[in-house]
């Protein structure tokens, strides 16, 4: 299909200043239409200079480097092995950020969560699974399971600089090691409590301040339960290897996360569905139930939502999945489906394998959903659809969901492609998405450390992954700009903007990921003393942040 940018530009969609479909607990976390306070009153001079502002893209790079364009620049907040209090270090591999000001008058103070995914072994444990024969010790698989889960970090912003507040009692660390209720009334493979979280890819926020984080490839860390065709289950063994020393049950994982940020204290929501959770997004109905969108990153798997039937809560309600065909939410709900009886013995079963009571239903197989935010313009909920090279979908696309009338606990929508990755948009397997103040769309790649700059894969000229912005207003409206270019072998994640629109917070995972030897690491960035890659969270700033949050305000002047 040929890229026409002037039937992408309508496409978009617009609004007049105004009107606004964000729900209200996103607004004061960035994620908004409204200008900032300080942006209120921009001149008109400097509005009408920004209606002729033209942003100039960078080329793709394979440097190992953090490339920004004109206008940007970056800081390192905090990274691998930093201490955050006298006991706790920042884990690897981040994924998801979110920053919640303490206190909503003043934006440039507050705790930010991060999500540590994974760990590499060759630098986090020492573990080298290339060399024949070597076998991981408890010492080993206790210091990987420290390094995953996520961090609560208090960090202020001080002389235009962001910076981690250390020892502040808000620092924190969730591990693979850390007890979590599981907020259901039967137990999960017998028990009430998990012990960790892991595999924390993206994940969201809700209505009252808390964190949510996903836990997406659980598979790779305790193994799973399958089940035969007499419906007889066996445990698949791990990546990792963690069961040999701790036997928890996989079960266990694979849902979605609350974390408190005030306090630390966890829960998993079992109501939402057990598969590989990409990330979570909530939004909040005017009787204050909420609806709840998460994917299930992995080829042929499903987009789901929960819609509950009480205020505030993660609990109580329904979980569908999606039949993109018909445009139907397929109820997972084991009393009123009796397809979904014949197989299962109870809800806690259909929610525990979700994955297989979603086929049974005749749920729409997709190229593994990703992130999903919604448009703050027209309220259009968009889904990262990364790839499915088996189907040879090499570059992936951006869903859109229409949810019937625009209501979001309607019972039918309809879809259409928002935008096809691919040469002619210049980006590849979208990931994660971010909306600034201006509803312009920020979208992350994730080509594969496997596939990327290789010349015998169809990657090769999109070279590292990076962080591209589509403007909806402006000189540049409807097109795919790379902004930002990621080191070797690394991935950006995590893009949340500050609540006065001033700086984008960034992850930068796994730089140097392809490294075989400890001693010649793929990367080295972000160039420390201990010259070896270290993911970060970094805060971007600069006037192109700042232009880019103000730019809806050109439609204000003629
Ligand atoms: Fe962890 Fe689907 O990216
Ligand atoms: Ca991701
Ligand atoms: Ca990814």
Known sequence: MKYSRRKFISFLGKASIGVLVTPPFLISCGNTTNPAPEFKNTSEEVLKKLKDFVLEAIDPSDKDDLLLANGLNYKVIIKWGDKINLTDTFGYNNDFTCFIPLDEKNPKDGLLWVNHEYVNPLFVSGYNYRNSGEIR???????????????????????GQWKVVENDPHNKRITAHTPIKLNWDSPIAGQNVAIGTLSNCSGGITPWNTFLTCEENYDNCFGEIKYDENNKPSRIPSRNGWEQFYNYSPEHYGWVVEINPKDGSAQKHIALGRFAHECCTLY????????????????????????????????EGTLYVADTING????????????????????????????????????????????IEIDPITGHVLVSLTNNKNKN??????????????????????????????????????DNLAFDMSGNLWITTDISGSSMNR????????????????????????????????????????PWFSPDGKTLFLSVQHPGEQTKDIKSPTSIWPFDKDNIPKSSVVAITGDLIEKMNKLRQIENIN
Not at 137 to 159: A, L, P, S
Request: charged share 30%; with cysteine; glycine share 6%.
């Open 455 to 494: 010349a015998d894969k169809p990657y090769i000229s999109f070279k590292n992954n990076s962080l591209f912005v589509i403007p909806r207003y402006g000189k540049n409206a409807g097109e795919v700009i790379r902004v930002i270019s990621a080191p070797t072998d690394a991935e950006l994640t995590g």
């Open 393 to 430: 979908d090499f570059h992936g696309s951006i869903l859109k969901v229409e949810e019937t009338d625009g209501k979001y606990d309607a019972l039918t929508f309809k879809t259409s492609t928002y935008i096809a990755g691919g040469k002619e948009t210049g980006f590849s397997c979208p």
């Open 137 to 159: 010790t408890k010492e080993q698989v206790d210091k990987e399971m420290y390094d995953v889960g996520g961090t609560i970090v208090r960090i202020r912003e001080e002389n």
């Open 328 to 371: 139907k939410w397929l109820a997972l709900d084991w009393k009123n489906q009796p397809l979904l009886k014949e197989k299962f013995k109870d809800q806690t079963e259909v929610l525990i394998r979700a994955r297989e009571a979603a086929k049974i239903l005749g749920a729409t197989e997709l190229n593994r959903p990703e992130d």
């Open 284 to 315: 909040e109905l005017a009787d204050k139930r909420v609806v709840a969108y998460t994917g299930d990153d992995k080829n042929n798997e499903h987009l789901y939502k929960f819609v509950s039937s009480k205020p505030s809560s993660l609990k």
